[in-house]
Nanobody
C-alpha cells in the first residue's frame, strides 16, 4: 500500500505561483509513475501532469503546458507540481496519484492510477 499526502495548496492571486508537494509513505515511489489531477466544482476530475519513475519523461495537459512543471525526488519520496502564471480557471482540488505499472506510456486516465491522495485546494483569485 502507498499512502499519499498532498500539501502546498492555498489562495493566490492570478499570475502568482504555488508549489504543491505529494509525500508518500508505505512504499518507495521510485518504481511508480506519478500523476497530478484536479477537480473543479461541478466538473469531472481531469489530468494535469505525469512523470515517469525516473523523472526523465513528463507529460502535461495542454491547459497547463508551459506554466506547470512536475518533478520528483525519489530520495525524499516526494513529487512536486510547480504552478506558475496561475489563472482563475486553475482553481480546483489537486490530487496526486501513483501508478505501479512504471514501464508503460504515461497514463492520463484516472482509472490507470491505483493510489490517490486526499487532495489540496488551490484557489486563484482574479
Amino acid at each position: 500500500q502507498v499512502q499519499l499526502v498532498e500539501s502546498g495548496g492555498g489562495l493566490v492571486q492570478a499570475g502568482g505561483s504555488l508549489r504543491l508537494s505529494c509525500a508518500a509513505s508505505g512504499r518507495t515511489l521510485s518504481r511508480y509513475i506519478m500523476g497530478w489531477f484536479r477537480q473543479a466544482p461541478g466538473k469531472e476530475r481531469e489530468f494535469v501532469a505525469a512523470t515517469s519513475w525516473t523523472g526523465g519523461s513528463t507529460y502535461y495537459a495542454d491547459s497547463v503546458k508551459g506554466r506547470f512543471t512536475i518533478s520528483r525526488d525519489n530520495a525524499k519520496n516526494t513529487v512536486y507540481l510547480q504552478m506558475n502564471s496561475l489563472k482563475p480557471e486553475d482553481t480546483a482540488v489537486y490530487y496526486c496519484a501513483a501508478d505501479s505499472d512504471y514501464s508503460r506510456v504515461l497514463p492520463t486516465s484516472e482509472w490507470e492510477y491505483e493510489y490517490w491522495g486526499q487532495g489540496t485546494q488551490v484557489t486563484v483569485s482574479s
